[in-house]
DNA sequence: ATTATATATGAACAACTGTTAATTTAATCT
DNA sequence: AGATTAAATTAACAGTTGTTCATATATAAT
């Protein structure tokens, strides 16, 4: 009962401990977002954050497992239903648009970043940017390429490339856009190229 | 003249100092590649490096000023002579097999890692990817579409738009290959994308 | 009200950080 | 040869790191 009291005042303080590591971890690495710096934007003392959390690779592991968990992977999000795949060029563009929410979605930002600070430093996020976005994605996407190709939507392929080409300047774009937010640029001339690119991308495939 | 010596004989500790650090910040990144770790790497103790350099970030302007310095940026390499856009498949092939030669080359390699692990925590090399890299490619490929347009051997469109649809599968490719190459992993399936790349980008914007 | 449990604190630890200073070693110049 | 100069070493510094422990405080259950 008191946890839920808790929860509604101010937040569990486990829930505030992944709150700031999450938010230091992505402006500073793991190595520089020391375990003080952490307890200090929580408000409690660095001992603390034991009773909560083994060590702190607990703590950065407890973050990351966040960064596959929900984004693209989900099945549901771009829908793959036939009667979508009958009106193909509106399937492209909404797998761009949910592309395009989640690179202008904040908590997600603050993921992406420590996806990519820790890319090359940590075998685990290495794989799971492989497997959990790279092949899950150009696996979605050649099925749906494959399935176009079929009914004669869009022209003949190797559909791993063409899923390959589709969404290689999808993520180009984001790294983009986040690198510019960083020094809090402007970013109105990326957020249209989302559309932009399914079009240059529709008018190259279809038949 | 002794100094002549040195290089000859073993390379002159400065050089040393910054191979050291190239492969130490690339492999652990900034924070992580001590000074105590780089002068062991060399060979000496961590206070003869003050003797070389001012200090650690010294070291570091000094091995990340060569990341934008050789690669992409030659305006020789892909050459943009109205022979070359006579031919114009052959003219981007040539630019994907000199990027692909840069992503499997091992020194670029190091820098690239360097810049990926830093980019989100250093605006210097964040300026250098968009200016030096993203911009400088950008301008030149668009200005080869253009005139690849002009003379009706691509379909009419942004040229930037079509620069970036060109650029990005290279460099999602490259970073793809990097990750793949710190974890020993085969590398075969990739290489020939970048020619498979090529390919399907100019049956995408042929006329 | 007393006990039990969860969570906070302050202090301390050993290891490591970047950097400096005094000193020794080795190479160069006259 | 001796003097000068460059580059190495040893030792120490003040700070920071992750982690632990004994202790205090507050909440929950009896």
Redesign the interface.
């Known amino acids: 009962m008191s946890q839920n009291r808790d929860i509604v005042i101010t937040g569990s303080t486990k829930k505030k401990i992944l709150d700031a590591s999450m938010k230091l971890f992505?402006e500073?690495?793991y190595?520089?977002a020391s375990v003080r710096k952490i307890a200090a934007e929580v408000g409690i003392r660095e001992s603390a954050l034991y009773n909560h959390f083994k060590n702190k690779e607990d703590i950065f592991l407890s973050v990351a497992s966040e960064i596959f968990s929900t984004p693209f992977n989900k099945e549901d999000s771009p829908v793959l239903s036939p009667a979508q795949l009958s009106n193909p060029k509106s399937y492209l563009h909404k797998f761009a648009m949910e592309f395009k929410l989640i690179t202008f979605d904040k908590a997600k930002e603050s993921l992406f970043?420590i996806l990519?600070?820790e890319?090359?430093?940590n075998?685990q996020l290495?794989d799971g940017?492989?497997n959990e976005f790279?092949n899950k994605n150009m696996k979605a996407l050649s099925v749906v390429f494959f399935t176009m190709m079929q009914e004669g939507l869009v022209?003949s392929?190797?559909p791993l490339?063409?899923a390959?080409?589709f969404?290689?300047?999808l993520?180009?774009?984001r790294l983009?856009v986040?690198?510019?937010r960083?020094?809090n640029e402007s970013t109105t001339n990326l957020s249209t190229?989302f559309e932009?690119?399914v079009d240059?991308?529709w008018?190259?495939?279809k038949v």
């Open positions: 992505s500073l690495g190595k520089n970043r990519m600070i890319l090359f430093q075998k290495r940017f492989i790279h022209r392929s190797d490339l063409m390959n080409e969404l290689s300047p993520f180009y774009l983009h986040t690198l510019l960083i020094d190229q932009k690119h240059f991308f008018e190259s495939v």
